[in-house]
């Protein structure tokens, strides 16, 4: 029987929560030698818009607008650098940096390239923080239209530091 090829998303932010998730799905759902392949995706959120009470706003040099974005580009490229070293039994690696709201570009990329399963990690937040910061995860498994798999990196114990 062939092998049949997968096309498996995996969103990786600088949180641990989402390099657990990748090194889940690298332990359990790829084999080296297989023909799937392993889409690394970091989502840049939108720039901060800084405004005063007065309504007056804060307007910044481009010299600190462009130093802004080159930090926030460097930061995303050593994200994926970092979970691209994880994979590197992996034959078939992409690797993806977009920009926009992390819900909507995650879902939006899980549709554009058809993925067949899409791998997220989870902070594990309460319902009160969920509810006032919103769960990118949840959001995701609520709105793609592809298999989500969450995963949620155990509490570590007291031995465990």
Not at 3 to 30: F, T
Not at 62 to 90: G, H
Request: net charge neutral; with cysteine.
């Amino acid at each position: 029987m062939a092998e049949s090829e997968r096309r498996i998303l995996v969103a990786v932010d600088e949180g641990d929560e989402s390099i657990y998730a990748l090194s889940w799905c690298l332990k359990n759902l790829l084999f080296q030698n297989s023909k799937d392949t392993l889409i690394l995706l970091y989502v840049k959120p939108p720039r901060a818009v800084y405004s005063s009470f007065d309504g007056t706003g804060y307007l910044f040099s481009s010299d600190i607008t462009a130093t802004m974005e080159r930090y926030s580009q460097q930061v995303a490229e050593c994200v994926v650098e970092k979970a691209k070293r994880l994979c590197n039994k992996i034959q078939n690696v992409e690797t993806m940096i977009e920009h926009g709201d992390p819900r909507d570009v995650i879902c939006q990329m899980a549709q554009k390239l058809g993925v067949d399963v899409l791998v997220m990690g989870s902070h594990g937040y309460g319902l009160i923080k969920r509810a006032f910061l919103g769960s990118v995860s949840n959001y995701c498994a609520q709105n793609v239209k592809c298999p989500v798999l969450i995963a949620k990196k155990p509490k570590s114990t007291a031995g465990d530091i």
